[in-house]
Nanobody
């Protein structure tokens, strides 16, 4: 599956952005999806994950209550709505796909990655 992330940009603290990830090449509902981010000088971390039908989601503690992941299998897309952004959310954000064998979401060992989109939050 090929993944194309978009929607990043420069925003002031407290603002919002919506990231999109368009998938192509395979049946999208066969994949669990995740959003990761990597800030300068830091390791990549998972931000949010979603199972094949959107019925199960995961958020890392630092974004709970501010970010929402959802997917539209009819449009072969997954989204990350980011509200109340903070400077520490500044990073390159990546979407990723993993073949789903359990019906759950996953926190690691993703099979496919998008190219990343830069989110910069100014204070």
């Amino acid at each position: 599956v090929q993944l194309q992330a978009s929607g990043g940009g420069l925003v002031q603290a407290g603002g919002s952005l919506r990231l999109s990830c368009a998938a192509s090449g395979h049946t999208f509902s066969n994949y669990a999806m995740g959003w990761f981010r990597q800030a300068p000088g830091k390791e990549r971390e998972i931000v949010a994950a979603i199972n094949w039908n959107g019925g199960m989601t995961y958020y890392t503690d630092s974004v709970k209550g501010r970010f929402t992941i959802h997917r539209d299998n009819a449009k072969n897309a997954v989204y990350l709505q980011m509200n109340s952004l903070k400077p520490e959310d500044t990073a390159v954000y990546y979407c990723a796909a993993r073949v789903d064998n359990s019906g759950s979401y996953y926190l690691m060992r993703y099979d496919y990655w998008g190219q990343g989109t830069l989110v910069t939050v100014s204070s």
